[in-house]
């Protein structure tokens, strides 16, 4: 935005020399301001304000009349009929003006009600014969960011601090009943219980951040679904047959899509882990794959079942979130992080797929994912009921 301001300011005092600044003059009606002409500005002027396709810029008179305002401006609220807003924007570049210095402010714009306040940061720079030139830059989605960090900062903070304090206390038990055998032992047991829960929270931690720094879809390559299927599944054959539990795998075979093929394994094995985690013991999870049709585009289908507790309407929509967990108690005893399924969100979004979810207390639940598929002739058209 520096650069832009500068280069525009620029062109902008380049206008004053010869005849141009009489001539901008006549056709700005800056001389006379009850002048029925609309007020425009140059067109050099004009065109590079409108090929700011992400940034909102304003050029307002010296009597507050808006003399040209782009696209943006008038889609990020800053920019309404034939004046400027909203009011603190306004009380700003009347200070520019008279102070002649350029400054940079945080604003809060809303566009419209119903609408989410829009936070922007804005450029205000003084030009010629009382002009005022004004940028504003959407901050919103950088807030957001922002917020998110400091929030998954502290949550990482809180749930490192449970099994380290967990560990310490029994270590300090483990001194006290040191001429108890048996008390070691048992506090020994609950110490690797730990120290197992630490390694899974840490691994996942490190695996979202991975994921994080890496674009699946920069150079993908063709990912064969059966393969990522029985990886997926033989990763969680271990903890499926403690619980005396079926993994059933069913559909269309030989589907292709493009993408990574060990994100995709870390996808689907979190959702059969989480179904795992959540259904009762000899329950049966179901796998099933198939190629549909979503607005003309081919898609594959990956659907994870349980007959598990299932999941209150309440709290579907907050089971992506990191450390969100929907039975606490549940998934502490069984070493979960709260991150698998923020962990398969990203996957599937930085796949270009989405993720949803159809739950019932009680009945269990069904995640379906869909993600863009290489070439293949689809065989059903998406839209059907859940089974």
């Known amino acids: 935005m520096e650069i832009i301001l ?14 141009v600044v009489a001539w901008l003059r006549r056709r700005t009606g800056i001389e006379d301001v009850l002048n029925t002409e609309p007020p425009r500005v140059h067109e ?4 590079a304000l409108d ?3 992400e940034t909102a810029a304003v050029v307002v008179g010296p009597h507050d009349e808006l003399f040209h305002a782009n696209a943006q401006a008038k889609a990020f609220g800053v920019a309404r009929g034939t004046r400027i807003a909203p009011d603190l924007l306004l009380d700003e570049v009347r200070a520019v003006r008279e102070s002649g210095e350029t400054r940079r402010i945080p604003l809060s714009v809303r566009q419209e009600i119903g609408v989410p306040v829009l936070e922007v940061r804005a450029v205000i720079a003084p030009l010629i014969d009382g002009m005022v030139l004004v940028f504003a830059d959407d901050s919103s989605v950088r807030q957001r960011t922002d917020d998110i960090k400091r929030d998954f900062i502290a949550n990482v903070s809180h749930e490192l601090k449970t099994p380290v304090g967990a560990m310490r206390v029994l270590a300090e038990a483990v001194q006290q009943a040191v001429d108890d055998p048996r008390a070691v032992e048992r506090f020994s047991e609950r110490m ?3 120290a197992d829960r630490l390694n899974g929270l840490v691994a996942q931690i490190i695996e979202l951040s991975r994921l994080q720094s890496h674009d699946p879809l920069f150079l993908p390559g063709p990912v064969n679904l059966d393969e990522v299927l029985a990886t997926a599944i033989d990763h969680c054959r271990e903890l499926a047959d403690a619980r005396q539990m079926m993994l059933n795998v069913s559909g269309q ?15 689907v094995e979190n959702l059969v ?18 190629m549909v049709v979503v607005d003309e585009e081919s898609m594959v289908e990956i659907r994870v079942a349980d007959n598990g507790i299932g999941i209150s309407p309440e709290e579907q929509q907050r089971v992506f979130e990191r450390f969100y967990r929907v039975d606490d108690a549940r998934s502490r005893a069984s070493g979960g992080s709260g991150l698998g399924l923020a962990i398969v969100k990203h996957i599937v979004g930085a796949h270009g797929g989405t993720i949803s979810l159809w739950s019932s207390p009680g009945q269990g639940s069904t995640f379906t994912i869909l993600l863009p598929a290489l ?10 009921g859940e089974p």
Do not use: K
């Open 6 to 19: 500068v280069a525009l300011i620029a062109l902008a005092i380049g206008l004053s020399h010869a005849p």
């Open 44 to 47: 050099q002027l004009a065109v």
């Open 51 to 53: 090929v700011l396709e």
């Open 192 to 194: 690797i219980s730990e």
């Open 253 to 267: 075979s030989g589907l292709c899509l493009p993408g990574n093929t060990e994100q995709l394994v870390s996808a």
């Open 273 to 290: 882990t989480n179904a795992i985690t959540y259904s009762e013991d000899r329950a049966r999870v179901a796998i099933t794959t198939r």
């Open 375 to 384: 070439a293949a002739e689809p065989e059903v058209t998406a839209g059907e």
